[in-house]
């Protein structure tokens, strides 16, 4: 089966663009996570969905940050407008249900902020 | 609140040598303990888990980890390192009640021949 795919794996912007990422989770996994790894650092969480609902998005800085996943497959993250500590790694990861089940993670986007 | 931490930045090994990556935690209630591993430009990959009952569990490509619920560590293990283990390796914790999953700061595994 197709993995978690992400796009686009590279995008490079000037700070105060906009800038947005994309994730198509494997098929049939209604929770889905964005992660933010900033270099030579752990996974920060973003947000977490439950089919289309966040259920958690404690941690998305919402002045310039959202998300969004229609219909409960695709999700789109967006960053308007990016500033340079903005520049990392965005990780998208699924899963089938909570709980103890293992997150399968896209390759990333990797986002540079000039 | 949930933490992870991995206190090692860098662990070195001879190939062929035993490895340990350390990993303690603090989360409450019972937790659910996971091993990954990052190869560069490569999003994580799963290794191995541990939820419940015997507390060494066996992972992918030779990984072992040891869970201890006094020491509220769970040490990734490898009784025989092979140069191509090299890789960053993160803890993550997630308690039984919530889906959060936390990620230690990663500890950087270097094999040499």
């Known amino acids: 089966e197709a993995g978690v795919v992400q796009s686009p794996r590279y995008k490079i912007i000037e700070k105060k663009q906009p800038v947005a990422f994309w994730c198509n989770p494997i098929s049939g996994h209604n929770t889905l996570y964005w992660y933010r790894q900033n270099l030579g650092q752990g996974p920060e969480l973003l947000i977490r969905y439950e089919n289309e609902e966040a259920v958690d998005d404690s941690q998305l800085p919402k002045d310039r940050f959202s998300a969004e996943r229609l219909k409960g497959v695709d999700s789109t993250l967006k960053i308007q407008p990016a500033e340079l500590g903005d520049s990392a790694v965005y990780l998208c990861?699924?899963?089938?249900?909570?709980?103890?089940?293992?997150?399968?993670f896209g390759a990333g986007s990797r986002l540079t902020v000039l | 609140a949930q933490s992870v931490a991995q206190p090692e930045d860098q662990v070195n090994v001879a190939e062929g040598n035993p490895l340990t990556v350390k990993c303690t935690y603090s989360v409450s209630g019972n937790p659910y303990l996971f091993w990954y591993v990052q190869y560069p430009n490569r999003g994580l990959q799963f290794l191995l888990k541990?939820?419940?009952?015997?507390?060494l569990v066996k992972g992918s490509y030779g990984f072992e980890a040891e869970f201890n619920k006094s020491q509220t560590s769970f040490h990734l293990k490898k009784p025989s390192a092979l140069v191509s283990d090299s890789a960053l390796y993160f803890c993550a914790v997630k308690d039984n009640q919530g889906g959060k999953l936390i990620f230690g700061q990663g500890t950087e595994l270097s094999v040499k021949p």
């Open positions: 990861a699924s899963t089938v249900i909570s709980g103890a089940n293992v997150l399968t």
């Open positions: 541990y939820i419940t009952g015997d507390n």
